[in-house]
């Protein structure tokens, strides 16, 4: 039996790869990428020539039984996402249960540890996030309004995801339920990590937004958001825990 291998790859800056990230793609057999193209990318800045083969979040079963045969027979696979650690908000988590429960116990999947949008964003945002909600990306519309309330009420710091398609748009529905409730959080925007054009916005809601409009060079790439948990209650006098 082949060993699947998740391995954590870059979320912007191609040296952000560990030595073992690199010796696992050069030896595995086959490497299953979400999207081939934007594997190759570093594939080629580091000359690793091991084929290819496209796993992504519209793979139906055939796909699924193809490398469940490749495993079976012994050949051991690499799986990478797009950007960071297969698993969190993207579709390596699919794979790894299907291949789990296909193969049973006798089958071996290990961990090749890299970068994550979330956790380097949390490295340099400062205190607060010693315990944290990540709600990777909300839902585009059934259940989107119920969440945005819950983070508003959290007590815990939320995390999410957010293409740069809506980045401003989430911030402008923060900004409505905050006036709903009362209340305003702290917003951290994280933007473009480890690439060139990484920034980091931080205030209320508003401000941060105002920053980002400023420039619509702002709203491009790739953004992290954190509300930090705590609350100002316009009824008090100052920022507190509880
Ligand atoms: N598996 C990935 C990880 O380990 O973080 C995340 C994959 S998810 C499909 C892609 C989302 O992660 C983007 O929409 C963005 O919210 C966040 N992301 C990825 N790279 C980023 C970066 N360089 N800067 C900020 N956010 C990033």
Do not use: W
């Amino acid at each position: 039996m082949g060993i699947l291998r998740v391995v954590g790859t870059p979320i912007g800056n191609l040296e952000d790869i560990t030595l073992r990230a690199l010796r696992t793609l050069k030896e595995s057999d086959f490497i299953l990428c979400e999207d081939t193209r934007v594997t190759r990318r570093l594939l080629d800045h580091y000359k690793i020539q091991t084929p290819t083969i496209s796993y992504h979040q519209h793979s139906g079963e055939l796909k699924v039984d193809k490398i469940l045969v490749l495993l079976k027979e012994g050949k051991d696979l690499a799986l990478v996402t797009d950007a960071g650690t297969p698993g969190i908000s993207d579709p390596g988590g699919k794979l790894v249960s299907e291949a789990r429960a296909a193969l049973g116990n006798n089958f071996k999947i290990e961990s090749i540890p890299g970068p994550a949008a979330l956790t380097t964003a949390v490295s340099i945002v400062g205190a607060g996030f010693d315990r944290f909600l990540f709600l990777g990306f909300l839902p585009h519309k059934k259940g989107r309004q119920t969440m945005l309330k819950e983070i508003i009420a959290s007590e815990y710091p939320v995390i999410v995801y957010e293409s740069k398609h809506r980045a401003a748009k989430f911030l402008s529905e923060i900004i409505k339920f905050e006036k709903e409730a009362g209340v305003e959080k702290e917003i951290i925007v994280a933007r473009e990590l480890t690439k060139m054009f990484e920034s980091l916005y931080f205030g209320k809601a508003i401000e941060v937004l105002e920053s980002l409009q400023i420039d619509s060079n702002n709203l491009k790439g790739e953004f992290v958001i954190l509300i930090k948990s705590k609350l100002k209650d316009k009824n008090k006098a100052q920022y507190g825990e509880e």
